[in-house]
Every structure is written in C-alpha cells, then in structure tokens.
C-alpha cells in the first residue's frame, strides 16, 4: 500500500534562514512536494498570523502548528467535520492544548522580583526591539507580538541562572522550550505531541491509515517532534549544535544550513523511503 507522508517542518533555522529568513533554497523541494501530495505543515513557536504571511507566501494551505504546539489550526476546507476536541474559529477547527497568553504573562510576571534585569519578554518590548532582536521586518515583528498562547523570553543573564529561572517557571505549571533565540514560555504542549495529535485527525478523518511522518528542526523545541516523527531530520544551525535525541534510528543529518540543509535532506528521503 502506498504510504501518504507528512512533512512538519519548524520554521527558523530549518525551512527559513536563521539569519535572514530566506526560504528560496527550498522553494524547488516545495514544488517536488506539492506535485506529489506531500503537505508540508508549519510547526513552529510562531504566531498564526505570522504563519498566515508565510503560508501564503510559500503557497500552503493546510494544517499548521502554531507557538510551539499550542494550537493547531486544521483548514475546514480539508477537514470537514469538527475533530473531538476542537474549537470554531472562521474557516478553521482549532485545537488549543494550553490556557491563553495573560495565564503565562500572570506567572512570569511572579518572577520579576528575583530575576530583575536577567530577561526581556515580547509584551514588555517595542516593536524596534524584537526588530532589533529579531532581524524580523516591522510588519513581521509587530505579527510576532500577537500571540494567544504564549511567551517569548529573551534570556540576557547566566546559564546558571537560566536553568534557575527555567525550574521556578516549572514549579509554577509552565513548559519552557528553547527556541533559536528565546524561550518559549506556555503550558503542557510541545510540536511533538500535537504532531501526533495531527498525524491521528488525518487518519481518522481523511482515512489515511498508512502514513509518514517526517519532521525537520534545529533546535530544542523541535526534540519532541523530532522524537515522536517517523523520520527525524535535524537541521545544521549557525549557532548552536544538533539537538540532542534519544532515538538512535531513522535520524538524517544536514551538512548544509537551514533552507539547504531541509531540501538536501529530503531528496534523499525521497529517494530512500518515499
Ligand atoms: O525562539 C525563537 O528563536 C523562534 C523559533 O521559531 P521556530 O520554532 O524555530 O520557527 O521564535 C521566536 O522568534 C521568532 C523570530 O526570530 C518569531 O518569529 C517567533 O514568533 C518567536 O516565537
């Protein structure tokens, strides 16, 4: 029986540049993609409404992975009953795993006392500073900012104090996942279990019982999908190492960055086990 695939792939540092957020090195492995019937689906601690640009710009209009897996939005063009679990929001069934973004602004905010000065957060920054932060245009850090789930904190202190800072969010009911640049502060969610959560709504729904799934990242926050996928690829960063896995099986590494490094990977999963 021919297997359908599932392409999630993070977004900094993977499909995108780390520095510049170019994507042109993947756009022929887009189009190989797509002729085939691959989705290709963000998983990414970005907003929607950042996705929204980058979707239409890349020409997917499928499912996406948004803040990390804090929600994932499934298009009512594809799936046309709502999944168990989901919520209405216009043109998509959207499957929220955490509380809403003040929940965690809420708990951060009980840390400023002991962690005064040792960290920046997206709702306490102008939009000039996550440009400067970023490299991200006006337009693209003013969508980063409009978060529903969660909170970007960039981290300006030790290691030593990190892991602290890292442990008290946890003790509060928090997960932390390390991003590219930030931390991503929320609740119980991460890409790897909404990728399995994704990977049975298109089983169940579209009746694709046989399937593929390869994840693509670079970072920490990709480990969970990385683990949980059938095909893990870790993308090589400019700025830190392979994310540590524990699977020792079905692992591609890239010798090229980012955008490059997500095409060279996937022909030769396309040739191998596709
Ligand atoms: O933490 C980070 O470094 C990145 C990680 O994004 P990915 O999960 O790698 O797509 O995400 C944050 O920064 C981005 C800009 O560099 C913003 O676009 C994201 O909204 C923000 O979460």
Not at 32 to 37: A, M, N, P
Not at 71 to 79: D, M, V
Not at 159 to 174: S, V
Not at 230 to 251: C, E, M, Q, W, Y
Request: charge should be negative; hydrophobic fraction near 40%; charged fraction near 20%.
């Amino acid at each position: 029986m021919l297997k359908q695939v599932l392409v999630f792939t993070d977004m900094d540092g993977t499909l995108l540049d780390h520095d510049n957020y170019d994507y042109s090195p993947a756009l022929d492995m887009l189009n190989t993609l797509k002729s085939k019937h691959f989705p290709v689906i963000p998983a990414t601690s970005k907003t929607k409404a950042e996705l929204d640009v980058l979707m239409a710009e890349l020409q997917l209009s499928g499912p996406c992975i948004v803040e990390n897996g804090a929600a994932i939005y499934l298009p009512q063009h594809l799936f046309h009953t709502r999944p168990e679990g989901c919520i209405e929001k216009p043109g998509y069934w959207v499957k929220e795993f955490v509380r809403p973004r003040p929940h965690w602004l809420d708990l951060i905010s009980k840390l400023f006392s002991e962690f005064d000065s040792e960290f920046l957060q997206f709702s306490n920054m102008s939009n000039q500073d996550i440009i400067q932060y970023t490299g991200l245009d006006e337009k693209s850090a003013r969508l980063a900012n409009t978060r529903l789930y969660s909170e970007p904190v960039k981290w300006l202190g030790t290691l030593e104090r990190k892991t602290l800072f890292i442990a008290q969010l946890q003790q509060l009911g928090a997960n932390v996942l390390q991003g590219g640049r930030f931390l991503g502060v929320s609740g119980q969610c991460d890409k790897g279990l909404a990728l399995i959560w994704l990977v049975d709504a298109y089983q169940r729904q579209l009746g694709l019982r046989a399937t593929v799934s390869i994840a693509l990242g670079d970072s920490n926050n990709d480990v969970a999908m990385l683990e949980a996928s059938d095909i893990a690829v870790r993308i090589k960063s400019p700025t830190h190492n392979f994310p540590t896995l524990t699977r020792t099986s079905g692992i591609y590494d890239s010798s090229l960055m980012g955008p490059s490094g997500w095409s060279e990977c996937l022909s030769k999963i396309l040739i191998r086990e596709c």
